[in-house]
């Protein structure tokens, strides 16, 4: 069930994870158990919610508590003690009540410091992760992403990789996390839509990558005309060794840079030059390639 709380002191301490913990702190919250993550917008929530994920506490303007927060708050009101009280997530002590703290718009933004998207908070309990080889059990159709440090980037590959039917993602360690605040809202929720995990930071992910089944063609910019060379977003040598054949896009020379190498049956492939506002572009510029490389049954 939920209880609505109307935000009086701003340094109550049960609000410190909305403005004052980082994402790793919020990573590391509760261990050596898994943390806690923010979700933010309607949306975002919505598709958190409907993948399983548990709400903790919200944080919202007053006003969304009748209006676009009504029917999540609802959802959530129905929850069960048995619905709070999965394996990983025992650890929950106030199981059975989930607060919404509700404030004026003006309020929240002395709180968090700036104004929030669509006026809507939620901290979710953590998901346990899935092995890359349950994970790829049964996927025809796999992203990887090979070091991805920026969130941003990593939401819009997500929404991409949603876009084009892929099965699963999955990430090297490097990689920013899919379920930090902007990667998640960027992604408007798909990371919640599209099973992820990552690779051992033990193994060499090419490795792992090779034994999954399907062979796999990347794809990648042209080299540049003028020099031979290629340009920096060019497939690296380790996932190179695996791939079964290279197939090059002819594109733009002022955009060669910025641009992500793609590879196609059943692997796509993303370097950390990927730009936001160019990701969708780019992948739908090569669907069809990618969608006639890639075999079907």
């Not at 809507?120 to 049964?138: I, T």
């Not at 798909?190 to 796999?216: H, M, R």
Request: with cysteine.
């Amino acid at each position: 069930m939920i209880n609505i709380i109307q935000i009086k002191d701003l340094d109550a301490p049960e609000l410190q994870i909305y403005y004052n913990l980082n994402e790793a702190q919020l990573f590391h919250y509760f261990e050596p158990k898994p943390g806690i993550f923010i979700a933010e917008s309607p949306k975002v929530i919505e598709r958190a919610l409907d993948a399983g994920c548990v709400p903790m506490s919200f944080l919202m303007e007053k006003k969304h508590v009748e209006t676009q927060a009504k029917e999540i708050l609802a959802r959530c009101d129905k929850l069960q003690s048995r619905d709070l009280t999965q394996e990983s997530l025992v650890y929950r002590e106030d199981e059975h009540v989930i607060p919404v703290y509700v404030a004026e718009v003006e309020m929240l933004a002395k709180i968090t410091g700036y104004q929030l998207t669509r006026g809507m908070l939620c901290a979710m309990y953590r998901p346990a992760l899935s092995s890359v080889e349950q994970l790829c059990k049964n996927a025809r159709r796999v992203a990887i992403l090979e070091n991805v440090v920026n969130p941003t980037n990593v939401g819009a590959i997500f929404r991409s990789a949603a876009a084009l039917g892929m099965d699963a993602v999955l990430l090297t360690q490097a990689c920013a996390d899919p379920l930090y605040r902007r990667a998640s809202r960027v992604s408007m929720g798909t990371v919640f839509q599209i099973p992820w995990t990552y690779f051992d930071k033990s193994a060499s992910w090419p490795n792992a990558a090779a034994v999954l089944g399907p062979p796999t063609r990347a794809m990648e910019p042209q080299p540049i005309p003028s020099s031979g060379s290629r340009p920096k977003s060019a497939i690296t040598p380790p996932p190179r060794k695996f791939c079964s054949g290279i197939i090059t896009m002819e594109m733009a020379r002022h955009r060669m840079t910025a641009l992500p190498p793609l590879s196609s049956a059943g692997i796509l492939t993303v370097k950390p030059t990927v730009v936001k506002n160019m990701i969708i572009k780019t992948v739908c510029s090569v669907a069809s390639k990618l969608m006639d490389a890639m075999p079907m049954e």
